[in-house]
């Protein structure tokens, strides 16, 4: 039988690239469907108004979710299973025309989008459009694909105009693919490899470091206002990636468990690749923990266990444990 969930305002009810097993009809409220534009790469919002199916392509075509799925409003929704969709859909052909029609639309739209990217590459010559492609996973945090393309480009054009940032660029997308999540997210807020001397650091490392010294002297406030500065004002992206985690892990610490939640939200909707995304979904756990929603803490620590990561690894050891702890209440 479908079940029915109740979700507040600002909940997430699947990130991209989840596994798509359900269907879901909004009942009340309103859900924010939101991708990337391929074209442009800039953030499309589509609006779930009642009566209306989301997740359906994904979970009928077996793939990985493609967009974020959160509430702006609280929301009242359905959840089908594939067969009980299938069995719905069967009796009420009504449902099987409106799905068509959406499809239709959303295959027009594809095809513009791919239609003028073509269009716009065939202008370039062969190396800078692979270049380019290298460079658009790079920003968007896609560092699988971003290693394939530079990896790609190097082997094609070795004496390319962009070969020498191209090896940078791979450097880049190596380093961040090679990270491992911290160990304690309470304890822990430097990288697993030794900081550098102060000698060795630019402006920007050194206001990181001292962020993170201030979060070990449990200085919550002034280090949360130093990552912030980063993120604003840096245009290193290493750190201000680092530095966007760890305003979300200084809410937590602030005991502010709905802005936390708030923050990381955002943050995994912009950088669904980012290197610390298994602690991120940890601490928004958390939050749901303290702030007595149970059941959505539990739905991130099982998010967490179905993560490619090692079972060794400390974050998926913590979210067994809290999972278990909750399912032991």
């Known amino acids: 039988m479908p079940k029915p969930f109740q979700y507040r305002a600002g909940s997430v009810i699947y990130f991209q690239g989840d596994a798509a097993d359900k269907i879901f009809i909004l009942q009340s409220g309103k859900v924010n469907l939101t991708y990337q534009d391929i074209e442009n790469g800039e953030d499309v919002h589509d609006l779930v108004q009642p009566g209306e199916f989301f997740g359906v392509k994904s979970a009928l075509g077996r793939y990985p979710r493609e967009e974020n799925a959160i509430t702006i409003q609280d929301a009242a929704i359905m959840a089908f299973t594939v067969p009980e969709f299938e069995t719905l859909a069967l009796a009420n052909t009504r449902i099987v025309m409106k799905m068509l029609k959406v499809f239709s639309n959303q295959l027009r739209r594809l095809h513009h989008q791919v239609s003028n990217l073509l269009e716009k590459t065939g202008e370039l010559s062969p190396d800078k459009g692979l270049y380019n492609v290298g460079e658009y996973y790079l ?103 680092k530095s966007s985690y760890e305003i979300g892990r200084c809410l937590y610490l602030l005991n502010k468990f709905n802005d936390c939640i708030k923050y990381f939200t955002g943050m995994i909707t912009k950088y669904p690749r980012h290197p610390d995304l298994g602690s991120s979904l940890f601490f928004m756990g958390q939050s749901y923990e303290k702030l007595g929603r149970k059941d959505q803490a539990q739905t991130f620590y099982k998010k967490i266990l179905t993560m490619n990561t090692d079972e060794d690894d400390a974050v998926h050891i913590k979210a067994k444990r809290a999972l278990k702890a909750l399912s032991g209440e």
């Open 139 to 241: 920003k968007n945090r896609r560092f699988f694909q971003a290693k394939a393309v530079f990896s790609r480009y190097l082997t094609y054009y070795p004496s390319g105009q962009n070969a020498v940032q191209a090896a940078r660029n791979l450097e880049v997308a190596e380093s961040q693919l090679g990270k491992m999540p911290q160990a304690d997210p309470r304890k822990q807020a430097a990288p697993l490899s030794a900081p550098p001397s102060k000698a060795q650091m630019g402006e920007t490392a050194k206001a990181y470091y001292d962020a993170v010294s201030m979060v070990s002297q449990e200085k919550y406030q002034q280090a949360y206002l130093s990552f912030n500065k980063i993120v604003e004002t840096s245009r290193d992206p290493e750190y201000a990636a």
